[in-house]
């Protein structure tokens, strides 16, 4: 009686478990894999450069933010409505200093940026009535909110107020804060007006700046009717 054939052992038996294992490799793989590498590579030292240098400052216009701010200061003094329109004092549109941002800071404690800078316009007049500060200030506060300007804050032993300009977050080339105060000390009417951080145009030079003085215009339409002065009140 003859033996019976012994049966061949399964595929999966006799192939090798390193064949079993490994998964067929489509067109392009490793092409593939290269670019997912460059791409993280390429994220991490943006994330890396992101991190050192900080957000980049947005380009500014100083003539145009200039235009904007004396806008702003010359409303300011219509709606004062000072008796006589006497001349300011400063009326100079002056930069402010930006800081290092990022870990790069850290490097640069306290030191500005020269090639990065902030506006400001300042003009003041001293010996100002109370009565005839509180109805400016009440011209421009209301003018300011109906412009739709958010209100910060006010003087806390000074009559005054600050303002903010929504529109100015995203664009250096507004106007993005407004002060107003007025000093009983000296009768002091002042009123700044501020625009935010921004790299400056190759060449700047604020010293040589022709749009860097400001005096107030000569009245263009019908002056404002300053209040009638009020009777002193017995003490």
């Known amino acids: 009686m003859n033996a019976p ?19 067929p490799r489509l067109p392009g793989y490793r092409g593939a894999r290269a ?39 010359q409303r300011a003094y219509d709606e004062a409505a000072l008796p006589g329109r006497p001349e300011v004092e400063l ?32 003009w003041q007049v001293t010996a100002v009535p109370e009565d005839v500060a509180r109805s400016g200030l009440q011209r421009m506060r209301a003018r300011l909110e109906r412009e739709g300007w958010t209100f910060v804050d006010t003087g806390v032993d000074r009559p005054g107020f600050r303002f903010r300009n929504p529109a100015g977050e995203d664009d250096v080339r507004q106007v993005e804060h407004v002060d107003a105060r007025w000093y009983r000390e000296t009768g002091t009417y002042s009123v700044s007006v501020y625009a935010g951080c ?22 263009t339409g019908a ?10 009140t017995p003490r």
């Open 5 to 23: 054939r012994p049966r061949p052992r399964p595929w999966y038996r006799t192939a090798s478990r390193r064949r079993l294992l490994r998964r």
């Open 35 to 73: 670019l997912c590498a460059t791409l993280v590579a390429v994220a991490t030292i943006a994330a890396l450069v992101w991190l050192w240098y900080g957000s980049p400052y947005p380009q500014s216009d100083p003539d145009r933010i200039a235009v904007r701010l004396k806008d702003q200061a």
């Open 91 to 122: 009326g100079r549109v002056e930069t402010g200093a930006c800081y290092y941002r990022g870990l790069r800071g850290l490097a640069h404690i306290d030191e500005g940026r020269p090639d990065v800078r902030s506006f400001d316009l300042d």
């Open 198 to 219: 921004g790299k400056l145009p190759d060449g700047f030079d604020k010293y040589t700046w022709p749009e860097r003085d400001w005096v107030p215009e000569a009245v």
């Open 223 to 232: 002056p404002v009717t300053p209040p009638a002065a009020r009777p002193a």
